[in-house]
């Protein structure tokens, strides 16, 4: 299903200017963009991935991962085809790289309200944008985040953060929770690796913590990559900055796609990655990917909060947003 897309405006004539994401590509006549579902036709740009779904799944809102978030609750979760980056190291590159400038036209038509509808049925709190990368299918996670919230249903963004100001801007009164990747702290990594940029991806951070939206980071670990002390301190910094009550997911990598060759990410660099969030303030650590239990404590007595068994909530200290034995404010959305 193709519809015609939101924030585009005529850069020259012939040429139009795309300014969903901070690719901001110029598009001329029959020409896709970076992202290769969003087209030019005729003088107005079209989304191709719109209501065309390549991947559902009822999650819990733990494999997001948001631990902050109405834990132990169950999440709606989409996806349909494409991404504006590149990783080689993606892990649904199976999906997130297909385009329809390639021809890929994989997913099944899927309405906003069936989406609505799926995630009241099913007992789901939350709708997740996930799996590929969110941004790319706007205009439809647009549409389904304003009929969710009408029926009580909140929003969650899984993503990797290079979407614009004025994109953030516009989902934001629909939009309460996102996990945002910060893959790494050096430009050259993410132009090199990824095909994008930092600066945009700290600036979405930053904005959605100006703008209310419950944030937490992850960051896959890769050895040889973004695993130096200083870039890991450089991160634990910027989150600090940022906001101390961040949830920081440092996150074990795997071989996969055009990194199948290197090695998986050893325990003993993620606990020196915890190490150093930890030093730097950061309230709530979590290490992924490495064991089946994980533990949320408190900041303050440091009493147990939440224990989980990979993404099953066992047991919860934390009443109406405190913790139940100091009363410290427990940050997030329990």
């Not at 099913?122 to 941004?135: L, R």
């Not at 990410?265 to 290490?287: D, F, N, P, Q, W």
């Not at 993404?311 to 410290?328: D, P, R």
Request: proline letters at 4%.
């Amino acid at each position: 299903m193709k519809k015609e897309a939101m924030f585009y405006e005529e850069y020259k004539e012939g040429v139009l200017h795309c300014f969903l994401c901070n690719h901001h590509c110029k598009i001329s006549e029959d020409k896709f963009g970076f992202c290769g579902v969003r087209r030019h036709e005729q003088g107005k740009l079209y989304t191709y991935a719109y209501g065309n779904i390549i991947a559902s799944h009822i999650d819990p809102i733990e494999k997001k991962p948001l631990y902050h978030f109405l834990p132990g609750s169950r999440s709606f979760s989409i996806a349909t085809i494409g991404c504006n980056f590149r990783c080689g190291f993606c892990q649904n590159w199976q999906i997130s790289q297909l385009s329809i400038k390639k021809g890929d036209f994989a997913g099944r038509e899927t309405k906003p309200e069936d989406i609505v509808r799926g995630a009241l049925e099913n007992g789901c709190k939350s709708i997740s944008y996930t799996y590929t990368e969110p941004t790319i299918f706007f205009e439809y996670a647009y549409d389904i985040a304003r009929l969710a919230k009408k029926e009580g249903l909140l929003n969650v963004f899984v993503t990797n953060g290079f979407m614009t100001k004025e994109a953030l801007e516009t989902i934001h009164p629909y939009l309460d929770a996102a996990n945002c990747d910060l893959k790494s702290f050096r430009d050259d990594f993410y132009k090199k690796v990824c095909y994008g940029g930092l600066q945009p991806v700290l600036d979405s951070i930053r904005l959605m913590k100006k703008l209310g939206i419950w944030v937490e980071v992850t960051t896959l670990i890769i050895p040889g990559e973004n695993d130096s002390d200083d870039e890991l301190n450089a991160i634990a910094a910027f989150i600090a900055e940022t906001g101390k009550e961040i949830p920081w997911h440092i996150s074990r990598f795997h071989p996969d796609y055009k990194f199948d060759a290197h090695e998986p990410t050893s325990l003993g660099v993620l606990i020196k990655a915890k190490a150093i969030g930890e030093k730097h303030g950061l309230r709530y650590v979590y290490m992924g990917n490495v064991n089946e239990e994980s533990g949320t404590y408190c900041y303050n007595c440091h009493a147990l909060l939440a224990k989980r068994t990979y993404f099953t909530v066992n047991e919860s200290h934390v009443k109406e947003g405190k913790c139940g034995f100091c009363a410290a404010p427990v940050e997030g959305r329990w």
